[in-house]
């Protein structure tokens, strides 16, 4: 049977754009994350560092660990609207679907702000210790 318009749309832009988002997105995190983890000692070196460079550091690190997290979700989420549109269901069953994706990949990118602010602020207190 083949899909309705709806579904046709659906699956060419909001699905698809949104899958690529949410694939990049997590790319971008994922990577940022280990940089930070794989040069954290340049920055600070978390042993000697007073205890605001540490929480700064730890809060950086769970951001963009609960942002990956969380975009995995939304990867979850936009897929399952994927295949309910792709088996010609109807609009109203595949975007409240959707919506939950979308809303779990912006706070996904929430998280990652946060976790580059807290990054950012535990290179400041790093420099100024010195």
């Not at 699956?11 to 949410?22: C, G, H, N, P, V």
């Not at 940089?35 to 809060?59: D, G, H, M, Q, Y």
Request: hydrophobic share 55%; charged share 10%.
């Amino acid at each position: 049977m083949p899909l309705n318009d709806d579904a046709i749309n659906f699956l060419k832009y909001a699905f698809t754009e949104t899958k690529d988002l949410a694939e990049h997105f997590l790319t971008v995190v994922t990577a940022v994350l280990v940089f930070s983890l794989t040069f954290s000692e340049k920055v600070a070196n978390f042993s000697t560092a007073t205890t605001w460079v540490r929480v700064s550091i730890t809060v950086a690190w769970s951001s963009m660990l609960l942002a990956i997290i969380a975009c995995g979700i939304a990867i979850c989420y936009v897929a399952l609207s994927g295949g309910a549109a792709s088996a010609n269901a109807d609009p109203a069953s595949y975007w409240p679907i959707m919506n939950k994706g979308i809303f779990w990949l912006g706070s996904g990118g929430i998280l990652f702000v946060v976790g580059l602010l807290a990054l950012l602020i535990s290179a400041l207190q790093a420099s100024w210790k010195h």
